[in-house]
């Protein structure tokens, strides 16, 4: 069983950064990939960015590269994700994600992702 913590998120104007952090516990924490997904009001979930438990491997959304960089410390099972130059399309309660495997790519689809967060809200206004 692993457990996921989000924190950070909150309200800013576009063209501000925020920070989520996620913290992963439980067991047997030594391979895997953790990302990010957010869901907009009545859309589905997207992913976001995703990252291995080493950090070589990394992925972004189209619609975030650029703009957003994910980064993690192995030693503590938490992954960050820096969000520049928000965009209010971006408002979006968004997701930490836990898959207890390693596919390169870093694989984009819910179904993937065993373990969630509860979520935080992020709302960048015009």
């Known amino acids: 069983q692993v457990q996921l913590l989000e924190s950070g998120g909150g309200s800013v104007q576009a063209g501000g950064s925020l920070r989520l952090s996620c913290a992963a516990s439980g067991h047997n924490l030594n391979i895997y990939v953790m990302a990010w997904f957010r869901q907009a009001p009545g859309k589905e979930r997207e992913f976001v960015a995703g990252i291995s438990r080493s950090g070589i491997s990394t992925r972004y959304a189209d619609s975030v590269k650029g703009r957003f960089t994910i980064s993690g410390d192995n030693a503590k099972n938490t992954i960050d994700l820096q969000m520049n130059t928000l965009k209010p399309e971006d408002t979006a309660v968004y997701y930490c994600?836990?898959?207890?495997?390693?596919?390169?790519?870093?694989?984009?689809?819910?179904?993937?992702?065993?373990?969630w967060g509860h979520g935080t809200r992020v709302t960048v206004s015009s």
């Open positions: 994600a836990y898959d207890p495997s390693l596919w390169v790519p870093i694989r984009v689809l819910e179904s993937n992702y065993q373990y």
